[in-house]
Structures are given as C-alpha cells and as structure tokens.
C-alpha cells in the first residue's frame, strides 16, 4: 500500500525517527494541534500510519506527568540545589497510579524513509 503523507505524517515520522522514541496519542493531538484533541482523530490517523507498516501502536501503563514548573532552577556560580528537596519534589510528581496509555513508536520502515 502506498499511502499518502500529509506534511504533519511526515513531521511525525520524522520525531519518532530522529528525536524522540515514543510519543502518546494526547502529546500528538497537542503537538500537531489536531482539531478533535479528545483523541478520535489522533487514534485514526495513528491506525492509517500503523496500517502501512509506518507506526507500531501499543498501550502501556504509564504515569501521567504534566509538569507546570521545573524541579528546581541553578545558574553557574550559584549554591548547589538542595538534592533533598529536588527528590521530595520529584517523587511526588509520582504520586499517582499508572493508567493505560496508547503511545506510538516509528518501526525500521519509516526509519528508512529518510
């Protein structure tokens, strides 16, 4: 099967290639500013790119993390980070259960497209 890419397919392919290893469908949705974030579109074209041996779709259990500040902030020549507190804080960006989650990951195919 041929398939035909859109601009945002070969965008994708080319962050699962070249940047990151795996992406879930909402980062997709909120990353390519897909019109339906609640995932209908997403899962479609995700399925499209998975039928033409592009994309392997697989769900995982995984931690939702959505961070809105940084652990901690250090500039060169200022005290060091108190490790203690970075870790408290840390692990309770932990805190909740994982939940299944459908992420995708390019396969060798789409690696050889570039």
Do not use: K
Request: a positive charge; charged letters at 15%.
């Amino acid at each position: 099967m041929n398939p035909v890419l859109t601009f945002r397919d070969l965008d994708l392919i080319t962050t699962l290639t070249g940047r990151v290893r795996i992406l879930t469908a909402s980062q997709i949705a909120t990353l390519w500013a897909l019109s339906q974030p609640n995932g209908r579109v997403v899962r479609r074209r995700m399925n499209r790119l998975a039928e033409t041996g592009l994309l392997e779709l697989h769900t995982i259990n995984a931690h939702v993390l959505s961070p809105t500040r940084p652990l901690f902030a250090w500039r060169l020549g200022a005290p060091e980070p108190n490790a203690q507190l970075v870790s408290r804080s840390a692990y309770a960006r932990w805190s909740f259960a994982a939940i299944p989650t459908l992420v995708c990951v390019a396969t060798p195919l789409a690696a050889n497209l570039h």
